[in-house]
């Protein structure tokens, strides 16, 4: 029996709910003689044509920090050769062989501009059956951290990059209530992991720098007599 793949191949397909809501489900991709094959929802599901012009993604395998995946943007054929250049990479990690060289103007090319990765990530919220708030969450977050960031691209970002739009986000919220605004603070910093954690820098701030953020009570009132 072959190894459980690190990471899988997929694409995001269009249908509906059994209440007719649009949805975006991702369909893992199999392979038939060294090419994508077909796309299914489940192992278990019948396979269905992949849609060659589809946003398609690497599945990472479940860890101890949860799911996530990585946009290879549009397209079949592009898609697939990322797919298996980031497949075989990972593979020489696991191998602890050294990763395989590029050339000058490959690695130009594979650097990935913030601008792009954060569009390319708010696409794929789109694609997924979440509520409009968490879609507006979304968005507020990670264009104001693009906002905020001084860099070009994402591979140069660094902790003071967090630390400076946490800098940031304290100003614009200083209104609010501490406790509350703690909360704001620390669901847009979760928010911007996920996003960050596509290119292995979830751990640029550790939680324990984040903002403390304590459920207060409302004050204790009571009842007079004759009050029910």
């Not at 199999?30 to 589809?54: D, L, M, V, W, Y």
């Not at 911007?192 to 207060?216: C, D, H, I, M």
Request: net charge positive; charged share 30%.
């Amino acid at each position: 029996m072959s190894p459980a793949r690190r990471v899988s191949f997929a694409v995001s397909v269009k249908g509906t709910n059994e209440s007719g809501k649009l949805t975006y489900s991702l369909y893992k991709i199999s392979f038939e003689a060294g090419r994508s094959h077909k796309c299914r929802r489940t192992p278990s599901s019948p396979g269905i044509p992949i849609p060659e012009n589809g946003t398609f993604y690497i599945y990472h395998r479940a860890d101890k920090f949860g799911s996530r995946v990585t946009s290879l943007g549009r397209g079949l054929e592009q898609a697939f050769l990322r797919y298996q250049k980031f497949e075989a990479q990972e593979q020489r990690k696991e191998d602890r062989l050294l990763p395989l060289e590029s050339s000058g103007a490959e690695e130009s090319a594979e650097r990935v501009l913030i601008t792009d990765a954060v569009t390319r990530h708010l696409a794929m919220i789109a694609e997924r059956d979440l509520s409009a708030a968490t879609r507006a969450a979304h968005k507020s977050a990670l264009e104001d951290f693009r906002a905020s960031c001084q860099k070009t691209f994402v591979d140069e970002i660094v902790r003071d990059d967090v630390v400076l739009y946490l800098s940031r986000m304290k100003q614009n919220l200083q209104q609010r209530r501490s406790s509350q605004r703690n909360f704001t603070l620390r669901g847009r910093l979760a928010l911007l992991n996920s996003f960050l954690g596509q290119y292995e820098k979830t751990k640029l701030l550790s939680r324990k720098e984040w903002p403390v953020a304590v459920k207060t009570k409302p004050p204790f009132s009571p009842r007079r007599s004759g009050q029910r």
